[in-house]
């Protein structure tokens, strides 16, 4: 140790020793953290006759005057204050501000205090007015908040679903504006019944059946937001008593949520392909193209891939699973077969590319901003339905949701397991034994799976499908 009170290396028994010598003397007792190096400022001990010891970070200011910044009260333990290492660690902070050019360290540090003062009052007081107009807030702004609840949990399709139901079945002049405008702690389980009666005299109870599902998720999350702090701001304060959703059985409703059989043929299939063959808008089909030789993936799963989610040494992509009641997406990595990997690399370089240097956050992005729209795939899908019914190679009508069922069920006529394609298509993983105990990722299952799956297609789309069938001949 120096004169001036500079320790190499300061250690928890010199402070001690500080902390001794400062209560035989009844005066202060300084110490510093020494190193050779200038410019980066040091850490200073200042041990009081009390036996409290003090903990600044020492610089010289932007005038040159030497300045101290206060960072803590020393402790060895850390219970009542800082441990040497741990105050190290600040300085090494402050440090690093410094020596990035901040030389007023301290009107910077007010500075920035001050602001994040300021947000944290404008968080305040926007949760405040938040809590205000939802105390007597209306149905409208509890399914608004509902809305932004979504979002936030990052599942924008299920937020722009219950948006436009919310919209065309309550909100709209046509609907129940009337009910919307009503506090929603004075809505009643016979409100809901005769929103959910008007679509089921109009013939359409499959969207009763989501309306009501939507409705009572909304009211649900209202009721807990008291308690749990991760529901959006946006439905706290609605004082509730209880769930009118809940309150109306979802027996009766049972019947229009029928699962959906309708499965392409081979032949079928070959038509389809041919007609996405034909789409002139390039990044529809590509989609179109590698949610099939991905063996039927979620397209709106798929649209939201990132560059960084493209594995280019292994050649899979990982996408992310938000169905469902989960908060964490589950993560669903696939391998890329040739016709795959040539797909996504393609779109991969042009947004890495981006604009200006500035990379596209999605892969598959026609503006750079935000990925392809659900909707617009759907429409392409019905397009070509349309065109094949005209055409009868069609047997009857089909969706976009029925090319996923297609390809599960021709991967059954293949052989392929059912646990397999479960694994291949992300579904029936909710369990506690996938979620807890099965961390395999299936990667060499899978890609042999998807390489005989692309045969087939190839196989399908050649016509080669049928060249063995022996064409049955009426007796006469």
């Known amino acids: 140790m120096t004169a001036g009170g500079v320790v190499a290396g300061l250690t928890d028994k010199e402070i001690a020793k500080a902390i001794s010598d400062a209560r035989k003397t009844g005066s202060d007792v300084f110490r510093t953290d020494g190193t050779k190096a200038r410019g980066i400022g040091s850490l200073r001990v200042r041990a009081r006759p009390t036996g409290q010891c003090l903990l600044y970070f020492r610089y010289g200011d932007a005038a040159g005057k030497q300045d101290s910044i206060s960072i803590g009260v020393y402790d060895t333990s850390g219970k009542a204050g800082l441990t040497l290492r741990k105050a190290r660690a600040k300085a090494g902070e402050l440090s690093q501000l410094y020596q990035a050019g901040r030389r007023d360290l301290r009107a910077y540090l007010e500075h920035q205090e001050a602001q994040d003062r300021a947000a944290r009052e404008s968080a305040a007081r926007d949760r405040e007015e938040a809590e205000r107009q939802a105390s007597s807030g209306t149905l409208q702004a509890l399914l608004d908040g509902y809305v932004s609840h979504l979002e936030r949990q990052g599942k924008t399709t299920s937020a722009r679903d219950a948006r436009n139901l919310f919209r065309k079945n309550i909100s709209d002049t046509d ?62 304060g609605f004082h509730l008593t209880g769930n009118p959703a809940a309150a109306v059985p979802a027996k009766g409703l049972a019947q229009f949520n029928l699962a959906r059989e309708r499965a392409l043929s081979a032949t079928e299939l070959q038509a389809f392909m041919k007609g996405v063959d034909g789409v002139t808008a390039a990044l529809s089909r590509d989609m179109l193209w590698l949610s099939l030789l991905l063996g039927g993936q979620r397209l709106a799963q798929l649209a939201r891939l990132r560059p960084q989610d493209v594995d280019t040494d292994e050649f899979t992509v990982t996408l992310f699973d938000r169905k469902g009641a989960r908060k964490q997406p589950r993560a669903h990595k696939l391998p890329l077969t040739e016709r795959a990997a040539e797909i996504v690399l393609r779109w991969l370089e042009r947004a890495l590319k981006g604009i ?34 005209k055409a009868k190679t069609a047997r009857a009508p089909f969706e976009l949701r029925d090319i996923r069922r297609t390809c599960e069920t021709m991967l059954a006529a293949m052989g392929i397991s059912k646990d397999l394609r479960a694994q291949l298509q992300s579904h029936g993983l909710g369990g506690v034994q996938d979620r807890h105990y099965d961390r395999h990722e299936y990667m060499d299952e899978k890609r042999g799976v998807l390489e005989a799956w692309d045969a087939k297609l190839i196989e399908i789309s050649s016509g080669a499908h049928g060249k063995n069938v022996v064409p049955l001949r009426k007796k006469s």
């Open 356 to 389: 200006d240097g500035d990379p596209f956050p999605y892969v598959f992005t026609n503006n750079g901003k935000v990925p392809i729209r659900g909707e617009t795939l759907s429409n392409v899908v019905a397009e070509i339905a349309a065109a094949m019914l």
């Open 175 to 236: 609907a129940f504006p009337h009910l919307a405008a009503m506090p929603a702690r004075q809505i009643t389980s016979a409100d809901i019944t005769g929103m959910l009666a008007r679509l089921i005299n109009a013939g359409t109870g499959r969207t009763a059946a989501k309306l009501r599902s939507y409705l009572r998720a909304s009211f649900a999350a209202a009721l807990a937001a008291p308690h749990e702090p991760t529901i959006h701001p946006a439905l706290h």
